[in-house]
């Protein structure tokens, strides 16, 4: 994404169809809200109910006891057997909820004049609803009772005074009646020198039966039409739309514009119906009418028809009790803002950037895509919280400094192995084995880069700094002729395919004989995990498979897998910015199976063994390896680098920074772990003060304190020495400074 104009968010806006009507509401004339209706009825709460039916239905009484049901049959049930019975339980909220009276605000009024020819309910709504936009309203009737025609229409089916209740309204609202009134043609000059704009409701004169379809305006700019025979709800709905379209006649506004959804139209809502259960739709036992009992029973019958199949999924998602429409408005929101809080940092700086989302959405929408844009805008602007991703950074630069970064090449060497960081970190004897084996199937002719890929400079909104390592990659691969890169990590492959031009770049699968793969499974069942960075990577879903079925194992899939797969919680960098959401992200894929899981990402493996979940990688069943220690801290992740380094050049003469030794209780290692305090952090805070003698001394426990400043981070370090050995009692770190005057 190059940018995030106004334009840009209202095209992926548009792609979320979470706030698409639900269909029941598209296809009803008037989009009367039968989802929120369900609701509250299923709550008992009819008054409330009632209170949104009339809110959009201006003759709710007759309505709500003749309206054909449109609404029926699109209603989502209706493809499990039933559909909801929104009429009735529109009646319903009539019958049993309150009469609320709504304080109307009377807008100022108009000098505009309006003349309507005939009384059906298109005509009696029209004349509402101008009204209380402030217009002079006159109705001309031919008969002596005013709706005398409704009266008719519904003589069979609805009494009177129901009737009646309805179309008090039109004289409660001052509307002047003209009984016995009928369009006389003589006088249609006449009408117009009177009146700005005459409406015909209804086949009266027939010289305007022609007409536009959306905007119900004659060619004759100052007279409108309605149609004849049409249903209660549809003639509600026409007098909505001419009260809009004289409304904006008068205000010289487009005619058109904006008025896609009048009436009935096609909803683009997308709602899931797996695992939706059959339910009998309920009968009145009175045959007509529903109980209160009963209305609530079939308000609970909706289903509340919704898409979020991205929150399904997403855990991201889901702690914000959000979706990606919504948020991606905050993301934009929070680049626009000028000065004050920028209260949406976090939210963009805990997503997985793992494109989840737009695999699942039916529009596309990349949420990931917004937030690692929102990222780079806030570095490219200062407004990075400074915490949020240092310690990811100043790992990555770790990897790719002399500490670790190795580059061995040998002659003729038409391969590479570049392992990825942090399998080296986790299993550093593993990757000496594989590197062993891959000298052995190819001639001794394989050299190899120890660093990182980079992407934690991208997933940070690093940019600059992400460029100069694939650069240091390039180069470094340059100088030893371009060989094809073989890589054992999934986020490494996807960076170097769509960063090295000129270099081939395979997956280490590639170079797995069948004969090497030992029948170790014996058909256990286990559970495969699709990394999120390979999630369109078919071949290598099926490749990895494939091995693991060669290797006897009985694979079961778990809910979210290969193209929807979720992210283990380190994509992204959501467990350095946000650690109770990664948390929760292992926790909600650990769940989806009570099986052992197999990944071939080592993040996901670590992921999963944070939580105890008993994980491998497919590499360790390749190899036949269990690794000595199988949860490294961060401390004993940059010690495993160092001495694979170590360990593969054969640097005799130089020595492991990261062999610290310091006692400790396993509760303060926890705390430091959860800190993201370094075993060396405190060595050298230690160190610093006993060479400069800059510490306190508490006399009460005998402890030493000091304090030391590295980087942008002050650690404090509670300590004693006894016999050479340094005893560390407590330690913390913050982001001030300390000034000594």
Not at 5 to 32: F, G, N, R, T, V
Not at 528 to 540: G, H, N, Q, S
Not at 626 to 634: E, Y
Not at 639 to 652: G, H, S, W
């Amino acid at each position: 994404m190059d940018n995030l104009s106004q334009d840009k968010l209202k095209e992926l806006e548009s792609k979320c169809i979470q706030e698409e009507d639900p269909w029941c509401s598209a296809m009803c004339p008037i989009h009367i809200d039968g989802r929120q209706l369900c609701k509250l009825v299923a709550k008992g709460n009819f008054t409330e109910g009632r209170k949104i039916y009339e809110k959009k239905v201006v003759f709710p009484n007759i309505v709500s006891r003749v309206c054909e049901e449109k609404c029926k049959s699109q209603c989502k049930r209706k493809e499990l057997g039933n559909s909801i019975n929104i009429r009735q339980l529109e009646l319903s909220c009539m019958n049993y909820g309150k009469e609320v009276k709504t304080r109307v605000l009377l807008k100022p009024k108009k000098k505009e004049k309006v003349i309507i020819f005939g009384t059906s309910l298109s005509g009696l709504s029209c004349a509402l609803e101008l009204k209380n936009k402030g217009y002079f309203v006159d109705l001309y009737e031919d008969k002596d009772i005013l709706g005398k025609n409704i009266y008719e229409t519904y003589k069979d089916i609805l009494e009177e005074d129901i009737i009646k209740k309805d179309l008090q309204k039109i004289e409660s609202a001052g509307i002047k009646i003209y009984l016995n009134s009928s369009f006389e043609e003589e006088k249609l000059n006449e009408y117009k020198d009177n009146y700005d704009v005459l409406v015909f409701d209804g086949n009266i004169y027939k010289k305007y039966l022609s007409y536009n379809m959306i905007t119900l305006q004659h060619e004759n700019d100052k007279v409108f039409y309605s149609p004849k025979n049409v249903s209660a709800v549809e003639c509600i709905s026409l007098g909505k739309r001419l009260s809009t379209s004289i409304d904006r006649y008068f205000q010289h506004s487009s005619m058109t514009q904006g008025r896609e959804k009048e009436g009935i139209f096609q909803t683009k809502l997308y709602t899931n119906l797996e695992e939706v259960e059959i339910e009998d739709e309920i009968i009145p036992s009175n045959k007509q009418y529903y109980t209160e009992e009963e209305a609530v029973k079939e308000g609970k019958r909706c289903i509340d028809c919704n898409c979020l199949e991205c929150v399904k999924g997403c855990e991201f998602l889901r702690h914000y009790n959000s979706y990606p429409k919504k948020m991606a408005r905050e993301a934009y929101n929070n680049l626009s803002i000028a000065l004050g809080n920028r209260t949406s940092n976090k939210m963009i700086n805990s997503c997985s950037l793992c494109g989840q989302c737009k695999s699942i959405c039916p529009g596309g929408l990349d949420l990931g895509e917004v937030c690692e844009y929102a990222r780079k805008q806030m570095v490219k602007t200062n407004k990075m919280p400074p915490s949020a991703f240092e310690f990811a950074m100043e790992d990555m630069e770790f990897s790719n400094s002399d500490e670790f970064f190795t580059v061995i090449s040998k002659e003729n060497s038409n391969y590479v192995f570049f392992p990825g960081c942090q399998l080296c970190a986790s299993e550093p004897d593993l990757v000496k084995v594989i590197y062993k084996d891959l000298n052995n199937k190819l001639k001794d002719e394989v050299g190899l880069i120890l660093g990182c890929c980079g992407v934690i400079g991208k997933w940070s909104g690093e940019e600059e700094r992400f460029y100069e390592e694939i650069k240091l990659i390039k180069e470094s691969l340059e100088k030893i002729n371009n060989p094809t890169l073989i890589t054992a990590c999934p986020t490494c492959y996807k960076i170097f395919n769509s960063h090295l031009e000129n270099v081939k770049v395979k997956m280490i699968y590639d170079y797995i004989d069948d004969d090497q793969l030992r029948f170790i499974g014996n058909d256990e069942e286990i559970a495969i995990d699709d990394p999120c960075t390979v999630r369109y990577d078919d071949e290598l879903q099926d490749q990895v498979r494939e091995i693991a079925k060669k290797l006897g194992f009985n694979l079961k899939e778990l809910d979210y897998n290969k193209e929807i797969t979720t992210c283990c919680g380190y994509g992204g960098l959501t467990c350095f910015s946000n650690k109770e959401l990664k948390e929760n992200i292992v926790l909600s894929r650990i769940k989806e199976n009570k099986l052992n899981y197999l990944t071939y990402c080592i993040n996901c493996r670590d992921s999963f063994l944070s939580q105890d979940k008993e994980s491998k990688h497919i590499l360790q069943l390749i190899y036949n390896f269990d690794g000595k220690n199988r949860k490294p801290n961060i401390s004993e992740r940059r010690y495993n680098r160092v001495q694979l380094k170590l360990d593969l050049t054969q640097e005799k003469d130089k020595t492991n920074n990261y062999n610290i030794h310091l006692i400790m209780s396993d509760d303060l290692k926890e705390k430091l772990e959860d800190r993201m305090i370094l075993y060396k952090d405190i060595e050298d805070t230690i160190k610093k003060a006993e060479e400069t003698k800059e510490k306190f001394f508490n006399k009460s426990n005998n402890h030493n304190l000091a304090y030391y400043r590295i980087k942008n981070v002050t650690f404090w370090v509670e300590y004693t020495i006894e016999g050479g050995k340094y005893l560390v009692y407590n330690a913390y770190s913050h982001r001030m400074k300390i000034e000594v005057n």
